[in-house]
Every structure is written in structure tokens, then in C-alpha cells.
């Protein structure tokens, strides 16, 4: 296939260029070079997507078989892009998330559930953070009737995370010693590897299918228990897990998902937030690989030299507790044992 990815260096966007790259696909990647390096083996044209001078250069007597747009967040900009490469590309498969749903994540949702109301012309101040993937849903669908892929992955590890989640919990298992651990080590999870999203997302273009598939992990193909011992494993290091419940860790102050990377509060507000159907994406043909596999493969990938470093950050939020506070927090659950 000929394809033109948006993005196309980070994370997700990597997997999907290495993936087609592996197949023999060409690959033309758009983007303004500031996220991370160029694979080898790809034509790269430089330009910013609100730029409608750098949009109509870039199609510029040039075609592809599909379109993939790895970094779209607003609606507004979002459809500028559709609108350029109408009549440019056959399929336009775009990267949404489960925050397009308007019930997720206090409900397992599917592709039946609707999305939130946002407008396909959005603008990021006008609706909350969350909506802004439904309105550039509705942008793309709007440009490309009939040819438009979406997928919306659930959680998504794997080598070359850039937000840092499971890369954070390697870095503090692998210097050893006693690792706060949030809640019980049973804690269902959900989970899958940006390297399936890609062969996925890659296998439908191939068939020129369109329309709209969820794309996470089998719900409970991990525990919270068996993630970090697959951590512990992975780096080969002298680590206790001390597992505190999740009132002690909000007590202390503690913040759920981000101080605590991948930790979901088993409350009402969350209850589907690992409980997602895959059912159709797995019915059309998409395979999770083992998650210990995926976490030996972060753990080797964060000491290749292959991918950017993490950023340990959610937007400007900071991933995982600084040593200091995860100190004092596991003091504080240490001295109320002994008074027990």
C-alpha cells in the first residue's frame, strides 16, 4: 500500500510505521519533526497541519491508498486535514480513544454507545477535553462518507511509551527494595500493545474496510498483581511489593492514575474502565499478545536506545510518585501495622 501517516514518530504512531515498513508498504510521513526521529526508510515531508499552505503542498500531485492520522486532538484541525487530502486518499483511518465515549469509563462501552456531543468544527475551548475525539470522529466521517477507520484503543503500553505509565513502574521496580502497590494485587485489568493496534489497524486498510472498532485488550487479560510481578520479572530485581488499600492511599494523598500510573479506584464513576468489549475488533481479527511479553519487550526497548526517552508526564501532569512522597506514604502504612 501507499500510505501517508500524520505523526507518524511516537509511540502508536511508530509501531504503525514500523509495522507497515516490515510489510514492504510505502510510507510518506507528515509532520513538523519535533516529537521524536525519522525511521529510516520513509519519505518525510515537514509541515505544520494548520497550515493550509503546508496541506496543499503536501498533496501536491500525490495519492495514497490510505491515510493515517496518529495525532489529531482538535476537531477544527482535524478537518482541515480531511478537507486537503479529500481526493488524495481512499480510506482515512484515524486514532481516536475511549474518551470519545460519552459513558466511558463509568461503563464498559462498545461501538453502540454514543459519543460525546461535539461539533466536527470544534474549537479546544469549546467542549471539555474529553469530547474533542468525537468531534474530530465526526470531521472525518464527515469528509470521508463511507471511508473512514476509526479505532479507539483502550490503554496502550508497549515499547516506546511516551507517556511513561509502564515505563515508570520499570524504572521504580528495577532499583529494588519495597515498591508501594495500590489497592489488591487482583485488580482486573485491561490492556494491549501498540504493536497489535498497528497490525490491526494496518490489516483493515489492507482490506479497505471501514466504520469503527474498539481496540483494547480481552477485559481481564491482566491483574494489577500479575502487571507488576511481570515488572519485577522483567528486570530481574530484589523488589518486595507492598500492597496498601486504595482509602490509606487517598488519605496520604495519593493521586490515582497519575502518582500511581495505571491505578483505577474501584469506585461507581470507574466501574468500566477495564471492562471495554473488544468483540468486534477480535471478531475482524485483531490478536493481543501475552502482557508479560509486552512488558519484557518496555523494559529492553527503555535501554536500546531505539525510542525517545518517556516523558513522564499526563499533558503537564507529572507520572508517578516522587521518591520522597512514595517514601513517607509507605512509612506511613509501616507504622500503622504496628499498631495494629
Not at 38 to 50: F, H, I, N
Not at 63 to 71: A, E, F, Q, S
Not at 168 to 194: C, F, H, N, S, Y
Not at 205 to 223: C, I, K, Q
Request: net charge negative; proline share 7%; hydrophobic share 40%.
Amino acid at each position: 500500500m501507499k500510505l501517508l501517516v500524520v505523526g507518524g514518530t511516537v509511540f502508536l504512531g511508530r509501531a504503525l510505521v514500523d509495522e507497515a515498513l516490515r510489510r514492504g508498504d510505502e510510507v510518506t510521513l507528515f509532520n513538523r519533526g519535533q516529537s521524536g526521529p525519522t525511521p529510516s526508510g520513509v519519505e518525510m515531508v515537514r509541515g505544520d497541519r494548520e497550515d493550509e499552505a503546508a496541506l496543499r503542498a503536501l498533496v501536491a500531485e500525490r495519492t495514497w491508498d490510505g491515510v493515517i492520522d496518529t495525532c489529531g486532538f482538535e476537531p477544527r484541525t482535524v478537518r482541515r486535514s480531511v478537507r486537503a487530502l479529500t481526493g488524495h486518499a481512499g480510506v482515512y483511518a484515524f486514532v481516536s480513544s475511549f474518551h470519545a465515549y460519552a459513558d466511558w469509563p463509568a461503563k464498559g462501552v462498545d461501538e453502540t454507545f454514543p459519543r460525546h456531543a461535539c461539533a466536527p468544527d470544534a474549537a479546544p475551548d469549546d467542549v471539555p477535553y474529553n469530547a474533542l475525539k468525537a468531534g474530530c470522529e465526526r470531521a472525518v466521517e464527515e469528509g470521508f462518507p463511507g471511508r473512514a477507520l476509526i479505532v479507539n484503543p483502550g490503554i496502550i503500553v508497549g515499547p516506546g511509551e511516551n507517556v511513561g505509565r509502564l515505563p515508570w513502574w520499570l524504572e521504580t521496580i528495577a532499583r529494588g527494595g519495597r515498591v508501594l502497590a495500590p489497592g489488591t494485587p487482583d485488580r482486573a485489568m485491561q490492556l494491549i500493545d501498540a504493536r497489535d493496534i498497528a497490525r490491526f489497524l494496518l490489516d483493515r486498510l489492507a482490506e479497505g474496510a471501514s466504520g469503527r472498532y474498539l481496540t483494547t485488550g480481552v477485559p481481564g487479560n491482566t491483574t494489577m498483581g500479575e502487571l507488576l510481578r511481570a515488572c519485577v520479572d522483567a528486570t530481574g530485581a530484589d523488589t518486595e511489593l507492598v500492597w496498601a488499600d486504595e482509602p490509606f492511599l487517598r488519605d496520604h494523598g495519593v493521586a490515582p492514575w497519575t502518582e500511581v500510573p495505571l491505578w483505577v479506584p474501584d469506585a461507581p464513576e470507574f466501574s468500566g474502565a477495564w471492562t471495554a468489549s473488544s468483540a468486534k475488533a477480535l471478531a475482524a481479527g485483531l490478536r493481543c499478545r501475552p502482557v508479560a511479553e509486552t512488558v519484557a519487550d518496555t523494559w529492553r526497548a527503555l535501554h536500546d536506545g531505539g525510542y525517545p526517552q518517556p516523558k513522564y508526564l499526563q499533558g503537564e501532569v507529572p507520572v508517578g510518585l516522587d521518591k520522597d512522597k512514595h517514601d513517607a506514604v509507605l512509612a506511613a502504612w509501616d507504622a500503622r501495622g504496628a499498631q495494629v
